[in-house]
């Protein structure tokens, strides 16, 4: 199984950005997916997630601003990002809780897409 992550860039301060991360491999059923952004010198933190039936969670820093959104169909989970801030700025990883054929249930991680908000 495996998880990638696109969509990161440079953007101007009040700009936007979409998220999209995608599983793939031998998958018998996805649970939770989220984003979590790590900036430097910080500990990585939890952004948004979202469970299989579409309840969603918001960091407080990004409420109003960030929609997390999943299409089960094609295993992929998106991030919407809105009037960003230099604050923002950081790598983003995908996670989510997959139950695999071969591996059973495991937590995986993807690899990371740097998100830069200039002012």
């Known amino acids: 199984v495996q998880l990638q992550a696109s969509g990161g860039g440079l953007v101007q301060v009040g700009g936007s950005l979409r998220l999209s991360c995608a599983a793939s491999g031998s998958i018998f059923s996805i649970y939770g997916m989220g984003w979590y952004r790590q900036a430097p010198g910080k500990k990585r933190e939890l952004v948004a997630d979202i469970t299989s039936g579409g309840s969603t969670n918001y960091a407080d820093s990004v409420k109003g601003r960030f929609t997390i959104s999943r299409d089960n169909a094609k295993n992929t989970v998106y991030l919407q990002m809105n009037s960003l801030k230099p604050e923002d700025t950081a790598v983003y990883y995908c996670?989510?809780?997959?139950?695999?054929?071969?591996?059973?249930?495991?937590?995986?991680w993807g690899k990371g897409t740097q998100v830069t908000v200039s002012s």
């Open positions: 996670n989510a809780e997959i139950i695999s054929v071969v591996a059973g249930y495991m937590d995986y």
